[in-house]
């Protein structure tokens, strides 16, 4: 089941005995455990009925002891583990999880746990008898929509030039987006469109210096731009972390490559193979004329030079500044 179809089923009250949450992206799982923790018991059955535990602090044997009790002047009781991943000898739940009581809601919230096999006979048998959701994580072409979509739910609207500064300030970070999605809806009436100048007020992100205006710069050629921004970035070392910068370029000259290689120029058809919002296709359109592919190849192996400086690969690399000033010439030139 996905997140939405489980989410959608509890609010509806439509509880299995067992849930099992795992996966790289920590936001859906704990969106999912957070739920069932406030939402299936009333505040008065859960002082009696709701159980909350970390993996590291008990034992399989103690949980299932916890399960196996019946509610008091309640139908159900909740008993969550959080931090699953930490317990010691998780086959010892077989035998409870073949055959679960039924009163009792067992939740299993597992954190930064890539895989699950599900050729263990324990973790098959919360698969027939119960929920197990693997939470993946999102990448810039799927946090764009989530994005869209989370504002929605606010009866916000976003224009694709706020998104993506907006996606820039926070990062990949679910939670911390969230969250400032969360402060935008408190202070935007609903209906509204979010614009840059909104973004860059309640995130406190500069709306004219940051890494996608120096892409768009760089993919325009605009020399001019290209060194403010550069300046700017040198002026707050820690606020603009040169390694970031290298990391987002190298994300945006590896697009233009696959945009020259695309038989079908299209607009959608490079929005949807780039990734990227067909609002901006335009702009990478721009930037492939002004960048033939050989250069463009030359480009990416400048750009992973300039990682390995980064990261102290060789004798006397020289400072992030050198490094900025010597790569950015070499783009442009």
């Known amino acids: 089941m996905d997140f939405e179809n489980i989410l959608s089923d509890l609010k509806n009250k439509i509880y299995k005995p067992l849930y099992l949450f795992y996966g790289e992206?920590?936001?859906?799982?704990?969106?999912?455990?957070?739920?069932i923790q406030k939402n299936v018991l009333t505040e008065g059955e859960k002082s009696f009925n709701q159980t909350v535990v970390y993996g590291k602090d008990v034992s399989p044997v103690d949980v299932i002891e916890m399960s196996k009790r019946y509610p008091m002047m309640a139908n159900l009781q909740v008993v969550i583990v959080k931090e699953?991943?930490?317990?010691?000898?998780?086959?010892l739940f077989e035998s409870y999880v073949e055959n679960p009581v039924k009163s009792t809601i067992l939740v299993f919230?597992?954190?930064?746990?890539?895989?699950?096999?599900?050729?263990?006979k324990v973790n098959s048998l919360i698969v027939k008898n119960g929920v197990v959701f693997e939470s993946k994580r999102l990448y810039e072409k799927s946090i764009y929509p989530w994005i869209t979509e989370s504002l929605k739910k606010e009866s916000l609207t976003i224009h694709p030039e706020a998104q993506r500064l907006f996606y820039e300030s926070i990062g990949s970070d679910l939670s911390r987006?969230?969250?400032?999605?969360?402060?935008?809806?408190?202070?935007?009436?609903?209906?509204?469109?979010?614009?840059?100048?909104?973004?860059?007020?309640?995130?406190?992100?500069?709306?004219?210096?940051?890494v996608f205006e120096l892409q768009k710069?760089?993919?325009?050629?605009?020399?001019?731009?290209?060194?403010?921004?550069?300046?700017?970035?040198?002026?707050?070392?820690?606020?603009?972390?040169?390694?970031?910068?290298?990391?987002?370029?190298?994300d945006y000259f590896s697009k233009l490559i696959m945009v020259h290689t695309l038989e079908d120029k299209s607009k959608n058809n490079i929005a949807a193979t780039v990734g990227v919002n067909p609002y901006f296709v335009d702009e990478y359109v721009r930037a492939v004329k002004n960048y033939p592919l050989p250069k463009l190849i030359?480009?990416?192996?400048?750009?992973?030079?300039?990682d390995l400086k980064l990261k102290g690969v060789g004798a006397n690399s020289p400072g992030d500044a050198d490094i900025a000033k010597e790569l950015i010439y070499k783009i442009l030139h």
């Open 25 to 35: 992206e920590s936001y859906f799982i704990d969106e999912l455990t957070n739920y």
């Open 84 to 91: 699953a991943q930490d317990l010691k000898n998780f086959k």
């Open 109 to 120: 919230s597992f954190k930064q746990t890539k895989t699950l096999d599900k050729r263990l």
């Open 177 to 210: 987006l969230a969250n400032e999605i969360r402060k935008l809806a408190i202070t935007q009436k609903p209906g509204t469109q979010i614009q840059k100048d909104d973004i860059a007020f309640n995130i406190g992100v500069n709306r004219d210096f940051n």
């Open 217 to 250: 710069a760089l993919g325009e050629k605009d020399k001019l731009k290209v060194y403010k921004i550069l300046d700017h970035f040198g002026k707050d070392p820690k606020s603009n972390p040169l390694i970031g910068t290298v990391i987002r370029l190298f």
């Open 298 to 306: 030359n480009i990416v192996s400048y750009l992973r030079d300039a």
